[in-house]
């Protein structure tokens, strides 16, 4: 291989990942737009938190092997689809949803995938919902579609989920069975401490009880 031909394949990998800070970018924003334009018009902010990462080339390419998928930029972008991640913490479950609901009904924006493991949680207790969108960026050469993954979850959930992969990270994925007990059962408080604060929320409020879902 020339020198050449390394800097070119170092441009292209740097220029495709840059499509995904982009996006992320552009996510970030309408979350942002949602939040200040929400609490304006609402005097409610159903946003706590957004916070966002990039996958690193080298995390990018452990994936890459793990999954078995052919090393093009084409086959990594059609698969990898959590390259660029957006979390937004809410206060609320109905919070979650909404957000959701909002983002979704955006035009220019595509949702690709839902998992909803709020309304089924993962056996282990974990719960968040998870959407894979498609927003457009525009380039010098025009306009590219982009994939973000997007989770969101309450306060309560992220609280739980942070602990969660710590602790598996630190038996290195080999957790002991008192504690996975334990953390299952953490994840139904964390539950019912969201029921709670939501109905308190409704109550001073005055607001009827919800029953959140995803909007077609
Ligand atoms: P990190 O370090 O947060 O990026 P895939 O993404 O295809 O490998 P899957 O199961 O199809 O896996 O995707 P899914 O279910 O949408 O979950 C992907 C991400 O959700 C994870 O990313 C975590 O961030 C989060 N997640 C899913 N399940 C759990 C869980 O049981 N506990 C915690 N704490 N987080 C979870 P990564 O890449 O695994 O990790």
């Given at each position: 291989q020339t020198l050449a031909e390394m800097r070119a394949l170092r441009d292209e990998t740097e220029r495709f990942m840059m499509r995904y800070k982009f996006g992320m970018d552009e996510v970030i924003t309408k979350l942002s737009i949602l939040r200040e334009e929400f609490s304006q018009a609402h005097?409610?902010?159903?946003?706590?938190h957004v916070s966002s990462r990039l996958k690193t080339i080298d995390s990018v390419m452990e994936k890459v092997e793990r999954k078995g998928v052919e090393p093009s930029f084409e086959a990594i972008s059609e698969t990898i689809t959590d390259i660029a991640g957006v979390r937004v913490t809410c206060s609320f479950v109905s919070d979650a949803y909404r957000i959701f609901n909002l983002l979704a009904a955006q035009k220019d924006v595509s949702v690709v995938q839902v998992k909803d493991y709020i309304g089924n949680p993962k056996p282990n207790g974990y719960k968040s919902l998870h959407a894979i969108v498609e927003v457009p960026v525009f380039l010098s050469t025009g306009a590219v579609p982009v994939t973000v993954e997007v989770q969101i979850r309450t306060i309560a959930m992220d609280f739980w989920a942070s602990l969660e992969h710590k602790i598996y990270y630190k038996y290195d994925r080999q957790v002991p069975a008192e504690l996975l007990d334990g953390l299952t059962q953490a994840a139904r408080t964390a539950s019912e401490l969201d029921e709670n604060m939501e109905r308190l929320h409704r109550e001073a409020h005055g607001l009827p009880r919800a029953s959140p879902a995803i909007e077609a």
């Amino acid at each position: 291989q020339t020198l050449a031909e390394m800097r070119a394949l170092r441009d292209e990998t740097e220029r495709f990942m840059m499509r995904y800070k982009f996006g992320m970018d552009e996510v970030i924003t309408k979350l942002s737009i949602l939040r200040e334009e929400f609490s304006q018009a609402h005097d409610y902010n159903p946003i706590e938190h957004v916070s966002s990462r990039l996958k690193t080339i080298d995390s990018v390419m452990e994936k890459v092997e793990r999954k078995g998928v052919e090393p093009s930029f084409e086959a990594i972008s059609e698969t990898i689809t959590d390259i660029a991640g957006v979390r937004v913490t809410c206060s609320f479950v109905s919070d979650a949803y909404r957000i959701f609901n909002l983002l979704a009904a955006q035009k220019d924006v595509s949702v690709v995938q839902v998992k909803d493991y709020i309304g089924n949680p993962k056996p282990n207790g974990y719960k968040s919902l998870h959407a894979i969108v498609e927003v457009p960026v525009f380039l010098s050469t025009g306009a590219v579609p982009v994939t973000v993954e997007v989770q969101i979850r309450t306060i309560a959930m992220d609280f739980w989920a942070s602990l969660e992969h710590k602790i598996y990270y630190k038996y290195d994925r080999q957790v002991p069975a008192e504690l996975l007990d334990g953390l299952t059962q953490a994840a139904r408080t964390a539950s019912e401490l969201d029921e709670n604060m939501e109905r308190l929320h409704r109550e001073a409020h005055g607001l009827p009880r919800a029953s959140p879902a995803i909007e077609a």
